[in-house]
Nanobody, 126 residues
């Protein structure tokens, strides 16, 4: 059974950095689209960044230039390096996997599609 486990969340001040990790079991990274999503209280679920097996990446406009998604196929670990953090980045961040075609859709995918982790809290304070 596929299992995704996020780690690396925490509290930082504005302008700080965090690196999220997502360890996956029973999943072959090279065959799926992997992504990071987030949801803040009272806000809609948002796709942050995705990476395809062919090293295609895409980012939400709000994080482009500040966040970097990457993966280690040998270790089955997905990363999200977050720099220049802002208060509006505060949210629960989720790691998820879906069929590769979802990497190329405008809103990626929603909970209920593919596999999802339990989430890790990121809090940015000013």
């Amino acid at each position: 059974q596929v299992h995704l486990a996020e780690s690396g969340g925490g509290s930082v001040q504005v302008g700080g950095s965090l690196r999220l990790s997502c360890a996956a079991s029973d999943l072959t990274f090279s065959t799926v689209c992997m992504g990071w999503f987030r949801q803040a209280p009272g806000k809609e679920h948002e796709g942050v960044a995705v990476v395809d097996s062919r090293i295609f990446t895409n980012y939400a406009g709000s994080v482009k230039g500040r966040f970097t998604i990457s993966k280690d196929d040998a270790k089955n670990i997905l990363y999200l390096q977050m720099n220049g953090l802002k208060p509006e980045d505060t949210a629960v961040y989720y790691c998820a996997a879906a069929p590769r075609s979802y990497c190329y859709t405008s809103n990626y995918w929603q909970p209920g599609v593919g596999y999802w982790g339990q989430g890790t809290q990121v809090t940015v304070s000013s």
